[in-house]
């Protein structure tokens, strides 16, 4: 497969991850605040600005009104906008279009229905009433294109690569939202008493990463932070999880580099270090200083990505 | 009798932006021919790069580079020896009868043999207020008229360097009457060929021990093709019939054909190149 | 929905067998003056369309509107899109396709693709010819000018053998009919011709929406393009190589026909590369992989000839590969067509072709020349710009339909500014009597109903060394624009798919 080609597929997979997250996590806290224990995370301001710092685009400054329309279109459906998920949709087909030949033409087919259905979407009804039926069409839509990733396409290269940017991205989306989240619940206790460990947005979080009905099951308990971290950074049985998702990444480029020699400057290498330094984790190192944890392991991945990006994607 | 050169060609890059990806094709080697002889070169980059050689599409050999590193900066040295035959330009009779040496200049199949080096290209256009400026004299042989011509190019052009430049139009040239030997060539070409007589770009070194015209880069000069007789070289830039001073490396319909230096470099930006060449005459004997 | 469909035509056939009058043709308006490819001069349907005038005459009107709404979205979502040109905002649109599908009997398609072939075989012996001995410069045929004067006669190639002696490895012949029942050719596009995925799309597309209609036809395939391509590609591979690496090159995903490149390289089983896929080592040329460089052998390239090589053509192309063309002419890569073919690709080589045709192969033209006026003929000029109303004029380089003017719809300013630009560079233009392309009953989406309109056909010739391929089928492009002759899809044109019978 051609150097480039590959990398376009795995940022495809890559846009269709970032897509999913960012509508979803639109959607899970604007609707959780609508009715949310306390008065800060009833705030509307409160809820933009977290949008705003999960796309890595904070407002700094406390003393900023931000307008809700402007936001929501800004994230969703502005085209000027670099990050916003119309933007990645588009770059996900275009990505999809150069390797055409690769895919099937039913995954092909409903990346591009994907788009001309964001394309379309009309700015107004997005803002006013559209914001529950845009986001939850956008996750579901990029659920059809992984069941068609998974159902279509031969599982080999092309799949690996495209399996691995979307576990790439998914690692990176978790601990975003993990710091979003984090960053919130800081600001949020106190008031009404709601304490740190016990906030209300682990739930949110947990909602942001479709896990919480699975976490419930699994601790039977109220979220806390450290059963939500270890439950969304640590449990390799929660598909949403950085351990999950580095496992996957794993095992995927074992498909490119099924080398069993040892090779220390390999990406595999380096993917299979980072796994296992957090296969064998405890929580409680990594709540006692979540900053750092957070700062760690994105440095790790943006490791992992130049290496890939050096070793399969050099054209 | 001959003479020996050393010739030194370097050239330096240098770029605004880091440069990802860059190839570089030379077209700098003298050829070996009836009257020179390529003894040995070398070639170096400053940033230690293997070099390739090739074949271009006219048959010329080119040195390429295609660094595997990013850089700001990258320089180039080439040097040659050559050792130049002493070749008596005039070995030949001039026909005596020149309204017959002419009309071979009529005949359909010497126009299609010799067509690349007839045609008009982009660099030997002359609008039509141009195009009779120096018509031959039919009375006259295709020697005599070509080298009246040679004559009268190098009278009526001043060598000027800084006035043009590669992109410069015929027309322009003609306005200010000033050039560099490129320009000298690419009128001579043009007028040859308005007057049916094939002629050919010509890129090379110049040894200036005699204080002929030219810079310290590389030379230019024709070749015109007189029937019975083959190719001969014309330096209009210095009146001269090309003589042992003259170290060729290829020739083509126009510069464009024979560039020195090639280059697809991807990296935004403004980068500035320094060429240089030095012909030293090493012995005489 | 198809299946409800499936059982209508059963139920037409039954009722309206013998009722010509059926009631989608009941508007249409039917110009005795042209040729109509279905109905005689007498109004009668042609023997070969009675069965499927009878099938689609079991439609109603609202049928088709439906099933033409869904082949246009089956287009869109399929992403067979293309852009135009010239616009600011270059915006997707599909090629429009007509569901109504042309047939050509089998002797009207055997001198179709004999002419073809005929004709790709003498430019190939032509492009040979100009690159090596020059005979017919030599002796007088065709005009020195004529390749002279072409920015496309490239010297590179001066005594260059292509693998094989194969230039145009593939030509697309535009050919139509005229009024009297002959077909001509007017155009060879032996550069990059493209159009031949709309053929295969086009007979997928029809046979989703009315696949019953082929159980009444014996028609053949078209969908065998792709491995004849490769195969005869593979005739001419380069020396020493057993199994060749074929790619196909394209500019990039914002061409306008990059869905064709990226499905001839889907069907052909081969790589897409771009130019910065590839580079040149040595002499040899390889694709940057994942696995690390892999040699390429055959390119199919759809990148004009001067873009291909930035060291040895246009410095400024960004499509090209450095250093290819040298790997080339050392026989280390096979390109396809090879460089210098555009030369062959001028409206007034064109014109020549007869000549052509008779010096290299001694044979008439199977298919008919449009009588063509050189504008560079003194004499010739003249006549062109005192009949300018009844002539088409054409610049010599300018491909897709851009820059042609027809006399007959010219204002008299547009005359006189024609006349002009003419009279100004006459080496630019040949002038052609207006053709009157024959028409064909066409589905017109805004009146929702049948209506002539004109038609062409391109059609597809591979050459291979000692073989070649001309596709079953072609492309036949229609004019939407009422009384339009132009049918390039630059230009407002839509296609039909086209039905070549067996015996």
């Given amino acids: 497969m051609l150097a480039r080609v590959a990398n376009n597929l795995f940022w495809m997979g890559r846009y269709i991850e970032r897509s999913e997250h960012m509508a979803r996590y639109l959607n899970v806290n604007y609707f959780s605040s609508l009715d949310a224990p306390n008065q800060l995370s009833q705030s509307r301001q409160f809820v933009l600005r977290s949008m705003l710092f999960m796309v890595g685009d904070a407002e700094e400054d406390e003393s900023v009104e931000l307008n809700e329309d402007e936001v929501l279109q800004k994230i969703a459906l502005d085209h000027e906008c670099g990050y916003s998920i119309i933007n990645n949709v588009k770059y996900a087909r275009e990505n999809a279009n150069s390797a055409r030949d690769l895919i099937s033409t039913e995954l092909y087919e409903a990346i591009n229905k994907f788009y001309h259905f964001i394309l379309n979407y009309p700015v107004d009804v997005f803002v006013k009433r559209g914001l529950y039926d845009f986001t939850i069409n956008v996750t579901e839509m990029t659920a059809i294109l992984r069941g068609k990733i998974r159902g279509t396409l031969l599982h080999d290269e092309v799949y690996a690569i495209i399996m691995m940017g979307i576990n790439m991205e998914r690692a990176n989306q978790i601990i975003r939202i993990i710091n979003a989240k984090y960053n919130d619940a800081l600001k949020a206790q106190g008031s009404y008493g709601d304490k740190f460990s016990h906030s209300f947005e682990w739930s949110t979080l947990l909602k942001c990463a479709e896990s919480y009905d699975m976490m419930r099951r699994f601790y039977k308990k109220t979220p806390t932070s450290i059963t939500t971290l270890e439950f969304l950074i640590l449990n390799p049985n929660c598909p949403r999880s950085i351990m999950n998702s580095l496992n996957q990444v794993y095992k995927h480029i074992r498909v490119l580099d099924p080398s069993k020699k040892y090779n220390k400057n390999s990406t595999a290498f380096l993917v299979g270090r980072v796994r296992s330094e957090y296969e064998y984790k405890y929580i409680e190192e990594i709540e006692s200083n979540i900053k750092n944890f957070i700062d760690t392991l994105l440095k790790e991945l943006i490791q992992i990505s130049k290496k890939m990006e050096k070793e399969f994607f050099n054209y | 009798m001959y003479q020996e050169y050393s010739i030194k060609y370097s050239a330096k890059n240098r770029y605004e932006t ?7 094709q030379f077209l700098i080697i003298p050829e070996d021919n009836k009257s020179q002889q390529l003894v040995s070169w070398e070639f170096a980059n400053s940033l230690n790069d293997i070099h390739q050689t090739s074949i271009n599409g006219f048959g010329f050999k080119t040195i390429r580079v295609h660094p595997g590193q990013k850089f700001n900066e990258i320089s180039f040295e080439a040097s040659f020896t050559v050792i130049k035959k002493e070749v008596n330009p005039f070995d030949f009779s001039l026909p005596q009868d020149s309204t017959a040496d002419c009309a071979k200049l009529d005949d359909l199949n010497f126009q299609i043999d010799f067509e690349p080096f007839l045609r008009k290209t982009r660099f030997t256009s002359l609008s039509e207020s141009y195009t009779n400026i120096f018509p031959f004299d039919r009375d006259k042989t295709i020697f005599e008229n070509i080298q009246s011509l040679n004559k009268w190019i190098s009278k009526y052009l001043s060598f000027q360097p800084g006035v043009t430049d590669v992109n410069t139009p015929l027309d322009t040239i003609i306005k200010e009457k000033q050039g560099v030997c490129q320009d000298f060539t690419h009128l001579f070409c043009a007028l040859a060929r308005k007057n049916k007589v094939p002629a050919r770009y010509v890129s090379g070194y110049l040894h200036q021990g005699h204080g002929y015209f030219g810079d310290s880069q590389m030379h230019a000069w024709a070749e015109a093709y007189i029937p019975d007789v083959g190719w001969l070289g014309f330096d209009p830039t210095n009146n001269l019939l090309a003589n042992t001073n003259h170290v060729k490396v290829c020739h083509g319909k126009d510069y464009t054909d024979c560039s020195p230096l090639k280059g697809v470099v991807y990296a935004p930006g403004e980068n500035t190149t320094i060429h240089s060449v030095k012909v030293l005459s090493e012995q005489q004997q | 929905m198809v299946r409800s469909v499936e059982n209508r035509y059963i139920k037409g056939k039954e009722n309206s067998m013998d009722n010509l009058e059926n009631q989608i043709f009941a508007s249409y308006q039917r110009n005795p003056d042209l040729f109509d490819e279905i109905f005689d001069e007498n109004g009668v349907v042609k023997d070969v ?41 270059a915006k997707e649109k599909i090629f429009p396709f007509d569901l109504f599908p042309r047939i050509i009997d089998t002797a009207e398609w055997d001198i179709i693709e004999r002419g073809s072939i005929q004709r790709s075989r003498a430019l190939n012996l032509f492009l040979w010819d100009i690159y090596h001995d020059k005979k017919i410069l030599k002796q007088g045929i065709v005009p ?46 032996i550069r990059c011709p493209s159009g031949v995925s709309y053929v295969i799309c086009n007979r997928t597309a029809l046979k989703r929406a009315l696949f019953g209609v082929f159980n009444h036809y014996q028609t053949h395939t078209v969908t065998n393009y792709a491995e004849n391509l490769l195969d005869l590609l593979e005739t001419v591979k380069p020396k020493g190589i057993d199994i060749p690496n074929t790619v196909v090159i394209t500019p990039g995903m914002y061409n306008s026909a990059f869905y064709e490149h990226s499905y001839l390289a889907k069907t052909m089983g081969v790589e897409l590369v771009e130019g910065r896929d590839l580079f040149v080592e040595n002499d040899f040329v390889y694709m940057k992989t994942i696995q690390g460089p892999e040699r390429v052998d055959v390119i199919y390239r759809r990148i004009d000839d001067l873009f291909i090589d930035p060291l040895e053509f246009r410095p400024d192309s960004a499509l090209g590969v450095p250093g290819l063309f ?55 000029l003249k006549y062109v710009l005192e009949h300018i109303s009844e002539l088409v004029i054409k610049p010599v380089d300018e491909a897709g339909g851009y820059g042609i003017s027809i ?53 597809f010739t591979v050459l291979g060394k000692d073989r070649e391929f001309v596709l079953k089928g072609g492309l036949t492009r229609v004019a939407l624009k009422k009384g339009n002759l132009i049918v390039n899809s630059s230009q407002g044109g839509g296609s039909k798919d086209t039905w070549v019978l067996k015996d």
């Fill in chain 3, 49 to 89: 369309y009675k069965t499927l005038f009878n099938l689609y005459g079991g439609h109603s009107i609202q049928d088709y509107v439906r099933l033409n709404e869904k082949a246009k979205s089956s287009f869109f979502n399929q992403g067979i899109t293309f852009q135009v040109y010239g616009e600011k905002d």
């Fill in chain 3, 144 to 189: 020195l000018e004529l390749v002279s004067s072409s920015d496309n006669y490239l010297h590179q190639m001066m005594n260059v053998n292509p693998p094989g002696g194969i230039y145009n490895h593939i030509s697309g012949t535009d050919v139509i009919k005229h009024t009297d029942g002959n077909y001509y050719v007017l155009e060879d596009n």
């Fill in chain 3, 407 to 459: 006399g007959n719809r010219l204002s008299k300013e547009e005359v006189e500014e024609v006349k002009k630009q003419v009279a100004q560079n006459p080496r630019k233009y040949v002038a052609q009597p207006i053709m009157s392309l024959s028409v064909h009953p066409t589905y017109i989406d805004e009146n929702e109903s049948f209506e002539q309109r004109h038609i062409d056909l391109r059609t």
């Fill in chain 2, 18 to 24: 880091l440069v990802n990806d860059a190839y570089w």
């Fill in chain 3, 326 to 380: 040298a790997a080339y002419k050392k026989g280390n890569v096979t390109l396809a067509n090879a460089p210098g073919t555009g030369v062959a690709d001028d409206k007034a080589v064109y014109t020549y072709m007869p000549e052509i045709i008779k010096y290299y192969l001694d044979e008439e033209p199977i298919i008919k020349n449009v009588h063509t006026y050189h504008c560079s003929r003194p004499d010739e």
